[in-house]
T-cell receptor, first 117, second 113 residues
Framework: AQTVTQSQPEMSVQEAETVTLSCTYD???????LFWYKQPPSRQMILVIR??????QNATENRFSVNFQKAAKSFSLKISDSQLGDAAMYFC??????????????FGGGTRLMVKP | EAGVTQSPTHLIKTRGQQATLRCSPI?????VYWYQQALGLGLQFLLW???????NRGNFPPRFSGRQFPNYSSELNVNALELEDSALYLC????????????FGDGTRLSIL
């Protein structure tokens, strides 16, 4: 079974600064997808960014980028120019690429990000 | 485009009762997923429905069940409610292929008294 670990329960960043959230995962599969979701106090899980394991290039979405290290099974999220609206719980998630794998997401425990003005 | 909608927002029940939670997927999405977000336990996969059938089930007892309707909306039913069922229940939807990301609703907060 796959596992996802987020070792930082809480992180803090100054507004306009850069912060990196860590995520490691354990899998024996070669085909999979990784995601970062954001959950603000409003509760809705919002997809921030995703990475296909077969792509060597790190995904980027505006101020959000990932550092995907497949051999190390590491998938960190970098938020540049942090804004007050970035304050939320961030979840790292894994999904198998196998067609009969069940499609479910396996989540890490989450990292609460606080942004200081 | 309307997102995933869930109802009710909050549901209060007592032990032993039954709860029904509802989810409407994004238009064009045929897959619906249910997750439980309980305090201290994180997010756990419950059920996956696609084209009206249950496709996968997480490690939950049989009193957690559901169904998917022809319009792809879904219900999650929890029978014989226990205190530990108190949690945020999140519904997500996606297109059928595993390459497609899941988009979540705002969740239903189920409180068991």
């Amino acid at each position: 079974a796959q596992t996802v670990t987020q070792s930082q329960p809480e992180m803090s960043v100054q507004e306009a600064e850069t912060v990196t959230l860590s995520c490691t995962y354990d899998t024996s599969e070669s085909d999979y997808y990784l995601f970062w979701y954001k959950q603000p106090p409003s509760r809705q899980m919002i997809l921030v960014i995703r990475q296909e394991a077969y792509k060597q290039q790190n995904a980027t979405e505006n101020r959000f980028s990932v550092n995907f290290q497949k051999a190390a099974k590491s998938f960190s999220l970098k938020i540049s120019d942090s804004q007050l609206g970035d304050a939320a719980m961030y979840f790292c998630a894994y999904r198998s690429g196998r067609n009969n794998a069940g499609n479910m997401l396996t989540f890490g425990g989450g990292t609460r990000l606080m942004v200081k003005p | 485009e309307a997102g995933v909608t869930q109802s009710p927002t909050h549901l209060i029940k007592t032990r032993g009762q039954q709860a029904t939670l509802r989810c409407s997927p994004i238009s064009g999405h045929t897959s619906v997923y249910w997750y439980q977000q309980a305090l201290g336990l994180g997010l756990q996969f419950l059920l996956w429905y696609d084209e009206g059938e249950e496709r996968n089930r997480g490690n939950f007892p049989p009193r957690f069940s559901g169904r998917q309707f022809p319009n792809y909306s879904s219900e999650l039913n929890v029978n014989a409610l226990e205190l530990e069922d108190s949690a945020l229940y999140l519904c997500a939807s996606s297109r059928r292929q595993s390459t497609q990301p899941q988009h979540f609703g705002d969740g239903t907060r189920l409180s068991i008294l």
